[in-house]
């Protein structure tokens, strides 16, 4: 898809970390921007900092787990820009826990944030984007998709899914003029991995080290110039590791035991439950 100033994205999980930087390196492309986020608090001084910068923008403190708040944005959107070329879904929830003591509703509210309202709102923008015969879907998925870590159930479930529904709703709509792209980053210098590496009072292990916020904005941006199917963004090559994976489930296991992905995770929900008493 050709980059253009004017066209409009759509971004979910705009305001805080990854967010802010996809927000900002939008705003150097001349979009128009639709930021969502919940609850929102950072979204009013976010959109002011790239109206700044002569960028339209429409912000929305929409709960996505709402059917009826994902279809009042995209209209909005619809009425207020008059199209939706970019759609870019970022939004994402994480609960770190032994999975037996995870809520239903905590489950719930994962498999919602991260997988329901990407595949919705995809719904919602595909009839404008098929009539012009152009637009384009991304998805932020995470290694965590890819290699199912412990204590991420839902979270790696959710996000192994969006790399699935990309790969068929690109076969699906290409030829039509509609492309998908999903974005796979490792540990990301923003948002869920600093809590996380905070929590666990560690870094990721060193094959898993976080890269930039900046990195995946890029890769964001490739991937709508290049059209390509997907990007894993690591700060090491990591790419061989998941074939062999995907060769050897069993090899893969042994593979992310040595590497130290489990135990960081499970420092992770260790320490939460020595600070919550439980």
Not at 32 to 51: T, W
Not at 138 to 155: C, D, T
Not at 224 to 251: F, G, K, Q, W
């Amino acid at each position: 898809m050709k980059i253009e100033p004017g066209q409009t994205v759509l971004l979910t999980g705009a305001s805080g970390g990854l967010g802010t930087v996809m927000t900002r390196a939008f705003a150097e492309c001349g979009f128009r921007q639709a930021l969502v986020a919940f609850p929102g608090i950072e979204l009013e001084d976010l959109a002011s900092a790239v109206r700044d910068r002569g960028t339209e923008v429409l912000t929305f403190a929409s709960d996505l787990q709402d059917p009826e708040q994902r279809r009042h944005v995209v209209r909005e959107v619809q009425h207020r820009f008059g199209k939706i070329d970019i759609l870019v879904n970022n939004a994402g929830v994480e609960y770190n826990s032994f999975y037996h003591e995870l809520s239903e509703a905590r489950i719930n509210e994962v498999l919602n944030v991260n997988l329901t309202a990407a595949m919705i709102l995809s719904r919602l923008v595909l009839p404008g984007m098929l009539e012009r015969k152009q637009g384009h879907i991304i998805s932020i998925s995470s290694l965590a998709g890819k290699s199912g870590p412990a204590f991420q159930e839902p979270y790696a479930a959710s996000k192994a899914a969006l790399v699935a529904f990309t790969m068929s709703l690109r076969a699906t709509y290409r030829e039509l003029g509609v492309s998908a792209s999903v974005v796979v980053p490792g540990f990301v210098e923003a948002g869920i991995y600093s809590r996380l590496k905070q929590t666990a009072g560690r870094p990721a292990p060193r094959l898993l080290g976080a890269c930039s916020p900046e990195r995946v904005a890029q890769a964001v941006l490739r991937a709508l110039r290049r059209d390509v199917s997907e990007i894993i963004v690591n700060r090491y090559p990591i790419r061989p590791v998941l074939m062999l994976t995907a060769l050897s489930p069993s090899l893969g296991a042994w593979l992310s035991s040595k590497f130290g992905t489990n135990e960081f995770f499970r420092a992770a929900v260790l320490a939460q439950k020595r600070e919550s008493g439980s």
